[in-house]
């Protein structure tokens, strides 16, 4: 009797999660975040199989998304990792969550996609570990990564190095200061510093941006990339954050800082397996 009870439960968690699936992944004509935010956007059909080049990076409509339009799309992935986390029956851990995993849809409002990597936390349960690390290096929490210890704050970290990638219009797992070697987090929280993350700003973008909204924006994503999971917002407090104009606290240094290395510089990644769809990489995560 107790075996056909859990083969139940397992049955409607299933269930729950391809109804979430539906509900968040599926548009009519999508287009990738990630190949958006660099100027050269694909067109991806409802199946998710075919893609069509849409224009080259140095046609006019580079600029397909101006400031509002990327600032919408933040409060749109934002309000979804909020339901998975907190709203959605089942608390969800996306674990994989990339621009490349964002789909616009005809109305460039943002829908979170792949949840193949997920975890369902039931109960009361807010954290977990695993021994097989799942995901996509620059976007992993450094305690995921490291440990295997995933919860809503690993979430929280992947949403705000998106953020950053959505501002910069670059991806983080590039190198910015030839003499550091820090990414896209490094380079930030270094221009942070030195008061100069007005220059952070992408090019196409800030004839239409509103400068203090995108500072805003920018401090919460320090925020939810700082090293300890417990110093990191809840999305409901990110999205209280974005949308008011509340004192924000100071962000701490971010979790690490990555240095590009052959995979068997690395004996900690060489101890787990990692995969993801795409964009894999093997860095040596350095605490700083």
């Known amino acids: 009797m107790w075996n056909v009870m859990n083969f139940l439960c397992l049955l409607i968690m299933v269930a729950c999660v ?11 004509d999508s287009i990738s975040v990630s190949q ?47 339901y998975l986390h907190q709203d959605s029956r089942l608390r969800i851990i996306h674990r994989d969550l990339k621009a490349s995993n964002v789909l616009l849809d005809e109305n460039l409002s943002p829908k979170i996609s792949d949840f193949g990597m997920a975890r369902i936390f039931g109960g009361n349960q ?30 929280v970290f992947s949403f705000g190095i998106l953020v950053l990638e959505v501002i910069c219009g670059r991806r983080n797992r590039g190198l910015y200061h030839a003499d550091d070697n820090l990414n896209l987090v490094g380079h930030v929280w270094a221009m942070w510093k030195e008061g100069k993350a007005l220059e952070l700003i992408d090019s196409k973008i800030k004839e ?10 920018l401090h919460v994503s320090l925020l939810c990339v700082q090293q300890y999971p417990e110093d990191r917002p809840t999305m409901a407090s990110v999205i209280l954050m974005l949308g008011s104009e509340m004192e924000l606290v100071e962000p701490k240094e971010p979790g690490f800082v990555s240095k590009n290395v ?6 900690r990644s060489n101890q787990k397996e990692t995969s993801s769809t795409n964009e894999v990489t093997i860095s040596l995560l350095e605490a700083r």
């Open 18 to 28: 391809l109804v979430l699936y539906i509900r968040v992944s599926i548009a009519v």
């Open 36 to 82: 958006s935010i660099n100027g050269s956007k694909t067109l991806v059909s409802q199946s998710g199989m075919f893609e069509l080049g849409f224009f080259s990076p140095d046609d006019v409509k580079a600029k397909f998304l101006e400031w509002p339009q990327r600032f919408n799309i933040i409060c749109g992935i934002s309000r979804g990792l909020m």
């Open 126 to 155: 807010i954290q977990g570990n695993t021994n097989r690390v799942v995901g996509t290096y620059g976007y992993m929490a450094p305690e995921y990564a490291v440990d295997g210890l995933f919860s809503v704050k690993s979430d």
């Open 208 to 217: 239409s941006c509103i400068e203090l909204e995108v500072l805003r924006c």
């Open 262 to 267: 052959s995979a068997e510089g690395d004996s």
